[in-house]
């Protein structure tokens, strides 16, 4: 059995107009040790889903249909107590920004060892300690110093592995990284991911990486979804969707890449922008913005079919023709 | 914090001390000018315009401006701000005898409003759909709108005339403590006196402390870290009473020690209302009765309270803010 599996996740925003549904239909599953990356456009909903199986969406959203089932346990049906000695136990989270993560007026050893005691009967002396062995682990310079330093005083990058030292500080099953480099300076994004694939791999540690950027989670992850407007609209291994994209929201994605354009050439960016959630057409979300969208495709919403493993939610599945330069694809994202 | 920061934070905070004194006592020096003619007060109608003459060159007051005012200074910095027409004492003397009272009730009122506003504040933004924040909210809104004298005034009628449970007027009881500070914190019959005066003198601020507390605290429950926190499965305590608290509490401590400051000025309508023998009240006497000295000094003791908890707050603020360096926290 897969240790996370979502099903049929929704998550509704009640609001005066009457009811947003920012997630929808969303189904997956992560198993031990898997690395899987979530891809999409901004407001896609990749860090809605995210924050809903830690049952951390914020009010007024909800988690209204759906189950996620995590070590035999629906977490969407867990109460207070118990869904939190899960949260930064058994699945922790990265955020994004590492300047807004930790607190200002905490130094990174309170911080760090709160978390410890929030999930067992620890010493100070020892959680001290083992906080220190993930600061090395995470490969800060002087850990010891930094135990006793306040966010401000350390760089960005010094405090994204701060952030990751936190979320491994107990050993979890899942890592939920929402966006972990986009904050960061480019020239220190590549160490910090390739920080971060080290310790799940050392720690035999799952990972759900979440990312706009497809060339990253195609050098990390084993699984993509992409998602759009809330949905899943297509998902399979890594080598699949960048060799051979079915729905035209990936294809588009892919050529979008810079390594795709031609230097100096401006970039093959998909015309249009994504709809908003309370503006979603009829028919296929992605409908307007596709070069190959006939009739059915702006009346009937496709379902999500799989087939040799790969699943895309698309009418035309299958009888795309292949793009132009799918080799070039492979050659620059690997 | 290093020494040498705290040092030269000091020095800084000093200097700046020192311009607003000396803002202040250009202020004073002009009124002493202004308001009325001193000779009137000290020598009445009957003296002729030769006499009265050599008794202005006698006082040096025929002298040019900076001289009279560097008189002014000299003898102000020596604590000699001139004597009371009214008392026949050094103003100074005069003022500081009321200082206790109106010290003890500012500290009251401080204590009620840090008492009340720091759980209210919490409780309502912690708990915004509760029909107790709504109460609150709806009381403080009518709060900030009521004058302070018509609270005052309202509580005596209620609780002195009508129920007759609280004296109406003065301290009550107080005891002799070392350097003349007579107290009512001491006695019973003195503590009951405080309580109508301190909660009219808090009302002026308790809703504006609530709001702020609240609205600090919703925004940070609202950041990145407090998120975080949830996501580190931290107790619900501990996020709002350590992570949300700290950073709720810094940004009011430097906004409310400024309006706790205000709060002296409020005094002279809270002291006048309750009769309440203190600067205030001594203060609006003085006016009355033009007693410019007095008038001065009091200006000149209540901009050095100023000051002085300006200056505490900053330093406070600064002690418990760990992003704030101290050289360069500047004003
Ligand atoms: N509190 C909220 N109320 C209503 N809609 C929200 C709220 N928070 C987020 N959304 C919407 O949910 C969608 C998904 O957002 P998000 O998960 O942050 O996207 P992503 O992480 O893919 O960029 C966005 O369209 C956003 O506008
Ligand atoms: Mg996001």
């Known amino acids: 059995m897969a240790l996370l599996e979502i099903e049929d996740l929704e998550v509704e925003f009640p609001n005066r107009h009457g009811t947003l549904t920012a997630l929808r239909g ?71 920004d590492p300047m ?142 960048i060799d051979t994209p079915q729905h035209p929201y990936t294809i588009g994605l892919i050529a979008a890449l810079p390594e795709q354009n031609a230097p100096g050439q401006p970039l093959n960016q998909i015309r249009g922008s994504m709809p908003s959630l309370n503006n979603i057409p009829p028919g296929c979300a992605f409908a307007p913005r596709c070069d190959y969208a006939t009739d059915i495709c702006h009346r009937i919403v496709p379902n999500l079919t799989t087939a040799h493993g790969q699943s895309v939610a698309c009418h035309h599945a299958g009888q795309l023709q292949p793009q132009e330069s799918v080799r070039d694809t492979e050659r620059a994202v690997s | 914090m290093k020494a040498a920061d705290f040092i030269s934070f ?146 005596i009628y209620i609780f002195s005339v009508q129920l007759g449970w609280m004296p109406s007027f003065g301290r009550g009881d107080t005891v002799e403590l070392p350097w003349g500070w007579d107290s009512g914190f001491l006695t019973l019959d003195g503590l009951h006196h405080l309580i109508l005066p301190s909660i009219a003198l808090s009302s002026i601020m308790l809703p504006l402390f609530i709001r702020l507390i609240r609205g600090e605290m919703m925004e940070v429950l609202q950041s990145e870290y407090v998120r975080f926190a949830w996501a580190k499965g931290l107790s619900k305590r501990r996020i709002w009473y350590v992570h ?9 401590i430097s906004l409310g020690g400024v309006k706790i400051g205000t709060l002296i000025a409020y005094t002279i309508l809270t002291e006048t209302v309750f009769q309440w023998p203190g600067m205030g009240f001594l203060f609006l006497e003085a006016v009355n009765r033009v007693d410019t000295p007095l008038i001065i000094a009091y200006i000149i003791v209540v901009g050095l309270i100023f000051v002085v908890t300006n200056t505490l707050v900053d330093l406070i603020y600064t002690l418990v803010n760990p992003t704030v360096k101290m050289v360069g926290s500047g004003s």
């Open chain 1, 26 to 96: 969303i189904n997956f599953t992560l198993d031990e040790s898997e690395r899987l990356g979530i891809v999409g456009e901004s407001g896609a909903g990749k860090s809605m889903a995210a924050f809903a199986i830690l049952n951390l969406i914020s009010e007024p959203g909800r988690i209204s249909k759906g189950r996620i089932v995590f070590e035999g346990r629906d977490l969407a049906k867990l109460d207070e107590e118990e869904i939190r000695a899960i949260r930064g136990d058994r699945i922790s989270m990265i955020f994004q």
């Open chain 1, 100 to 241: 807004m993560t930790l607190n200002p007026v905490l130094t990174v050893g309170v911080q760090m060892i709160e978390t410890l005691k929030a999930h067992r009967d620890i010493s100070d002396e020892d959680a001290r300690k083992l906080a220190l062995a993930r600061l090395r682990e995470v490969q800060i310079p002087s850990p010891e110093a930094r135990l006793d330093a306040y966010p401000h005083e350390l760089s960005g990058g010094l405090r994204q592995r701060v952030v990751i030292a936190i979320a491994l500080l107990s050993d979890p099953a899942i890592i939920i990284a929402d966006e972990p480099t986009t904050a960061l300076d480019v020239t220190i994004q590549a160490e910090v991911l390739a920080l971060l694939l080290a310790l799940c791999r050392d720690h035999a540690t799952a990972l759900i990486l979440i990312t706009h950027d497809l060339a990253v989670v195609s050098q990390i992850t084993e699984r993509i979804i992409v998602m759009y407007a809330g949905s899943i609209v297509e998902a399979g291994a890594t080598r699949q969707i």
């Open chain 2, 10 to 155: 000091l020095l800084r905070r000093g200097v700046q001390a020192l311009v607003v004194m000396f803002v202040i006592s250009l202020i004073g020096f002009s009124i002493q000018g202004n308001l009325g003619d001193p000779l009137r007060e000290l020598v009445g109608q009957s003296v002729s315009e030769a006499e009265r003459n050599a008794l202005r060159d006698r006082m040096g007051l025929n002298d040019p401006f900076f001289v009279q005012y560097s008189r002014f200074l000299g003898n102000a910095v020596q604590g000699d701000l001139g004597n009371s027409y009214f008392f026949k004492r050094p103003a100074l003397d005069v003022i500081l005898d009321k200082f206790p009272a109106t010290f003890e009730l500012v500290l009251a009122a401080t204590l009620i409003i840090i008492g009340l506003s720091v759980p209210l504040g919490i409780y309502t933004a912690i708990n915004p759909h509760s029909w107790i924040t709504s109460i609150v909210m709806a009381v403080s809104i009518v709060g900030i709108s009521i004058p302070v004298f018509l609270t005052a005034i309202f509580a």
């Open chain 2, 244 to 252: 949300a608290l700290k950073n709720t509490l810094i940004p009011v």
